[in-house]
């Protein structure tokens, strides 16, 4: 008599992921099965929208944290999070002098597990030094050497705006520090030569014997909508902040990352 | 205990603290054979963490330390130490190399790998740990809130936020107009202008030194000893009215510090000729307004002929005065901090009338 022989029944868990990753609602989400084989390891980076920005291979020397320390990446992270965590704090906070500073007294003392602020703040200071050291190690590895000058310069002006982007937000808890931190950096705009009241040549500035640029007219002024840092300042910084700063930099982070795939992946002795 | 660290005060104090940065920097590059070895890196790593350590057991130092947004700033120290040692390291070690004939190590690693797995587990990872560090830190440190803006006090010091300190020290010697406006425009210009002026092909893709020695220097003084070493002065070391103070000294606010500068112009007529001020600006503010033209104008076109007459040959007239031009408008801070500590000048030229004073 044939004796029938019986597989041993895969463990449940496994039998409920073949189970899963069959159903027509996962195979029109992944097209392919896991890229545990090469032809995979290529359709999983041509498919999918988030990993599209990565080449389906890249040098060897280009994944070593030893040569690139992350910091791009890293960079790149600390913004999404900020992105995340700035959306819900907009959630609570108003832009307006009577409700700012209560708003995030109140984020700490009504909202709970309330460390967004905590890791808004915390997460901007570490976005300027990873930015910074992100440059640092560009420049030691003359990776700006051509073809990748303009990548470059597209990095630096994501520089400038990742300070801005801190400056501006630095102003929103309207606390003292706030205020006066701000107050003293936008205090520089006012020696603007030719554009600051107070800076060389303004007093040329004149169209008929009509002063040009005043205190109530320059570029300080166009910086603060106001001759202090009060409700105009607030409400611009804001808008800046939340909005108009947010979508540049985001813009021109698209840009960079299509440029380091097109400037032939990251650098590499030629 | 504390004799030690009045010491320490006493080299924190700005002159001492500058040229110590400099000639750290300088021996760092000169002797970087053996700077690159694996002890410096963790001595200088190891020596950090005493200081700090040491440091927290005193009052004042925590009081500045601690400061919820100066925490960043303990970090960068660290990180940016780590990372200057860390790369003239990976460009000793290539130089090696490349003196004995083979290829830097980059090159060896030019095999192509697997995005996945290799890339997109290091980035899981790295973002993993990112997450892990700000969730920690934003749960053990609180943002700070202070009292409601109140345009009425003033608080002493005041202080810009701490990535624009560097400038907020530069106005100790250049008024707003360059400290805050002009130089900080063109350490911008400066920035985007390195690919374009710097011409030189080796050294691109992997870590040298020795192939690209005036380019990092140059950075490393321009990022390090300028940009970075003057916001850690900046926020550590200024107290109120902006007076210096040691990393162990308190605040107070009547420190009073001798303001005894004097401007060019009254060096130059009333000191030296023994005249009183001339009248109108113009020939009050002459030598200084020559000084300067000397420097920005006569000195390039000079040092063309001789001197950097290599550099000119090898960049052309264009990139050549771009570069020396924003090299001298660099060299200005130290040149004009040097004036300052030396001679007590205030301003080279100084003509009120418009508001221009250099
Ligand atoms: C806003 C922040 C920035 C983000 C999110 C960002 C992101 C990245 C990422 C993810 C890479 C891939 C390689 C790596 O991680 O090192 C990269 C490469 C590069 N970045 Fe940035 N970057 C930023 C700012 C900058 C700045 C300030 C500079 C220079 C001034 C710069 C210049 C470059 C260049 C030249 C490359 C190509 C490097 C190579 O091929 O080795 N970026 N960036």
Redesign the interface.
Known sequence: MATKTIEPKAPALVRAWEWITETQVWTSIFRHTA?IN?RN?VL??LSNVF?HM??????????????T??MG??SF??FL?LTFTGLLLMFYYRPTLEYA?SD??GL?EHVPLG?M???H???A??M??TV??H???V????????P??FN??VG?IM??LT?LL??TG?LL?????????I???S???????LA?Y??????FMTLGGVPLVHQADDARFALLGGT???EGALLRFYVLHCVALPLVIGFLMAVHFWRVRKDGGI???? | MDALKSFIDLFADPRLFFALTVSALALAVWKREAFASNSWGWGLMVFLTIFFGFGLTDENFVLIIAKPDNVPIVALIFLLLFFTWYSMREGVLNDRRIAAGKPPVEKDEEDRVWTWPDLVYTELIAMVVCMVVLIVWSIVLEAPIEQPANNANTPNPSKAPWYFLGLQEMLVYFDPWLAGVVLPGLIVVGLMAIPYIDKNPKGNGYYTFNERKAEITIFLFGFVVLWSSLIVLGTFLRGPNWNFFGPFEYWDIHKLEALTNVQLSEYIWVRGLGMALPDHWFIREIFGIGLTLLYVAVLPVALAKKGLAKYYEKLGPARYYVTVLLFLMMLSLPVKMLMRWVFNLKYIVSIPEFFLNI
Not at chain 1, 54 to 67: C, D, I, N, T
Not at chain 1, 173 to 181: F, S
Not at chain 1, 267 to 270: K, N
């Open positions: 890229p090469d390891r999983v980076m990993l990565h080449p389906v291979r890249l040098r060897k020397s280009g994944v070593r944290l030893r040569y320390w992350c990446g890293i992270f600390l999070v500073y995030i007294v700490r460390i602020r905590e890791m703040r915390w997460g200071h570490a300027v030094i910074w050291l440059m640092f190690r420049f030691m590895t003359g990776s700006y050497k051509p990748r000058e470059w310069n630096v520089l400038v300070l801190s400056f630095y808890p309207w606390d003292q520090l706030a205020v006066w931190a107050t003293v950096g205090n520089m705009a006012r020696a603007t030569p600051g107070e800076g060389p040549g303004a007093a202090l840092v009060g650098s590499g002795p030629l």
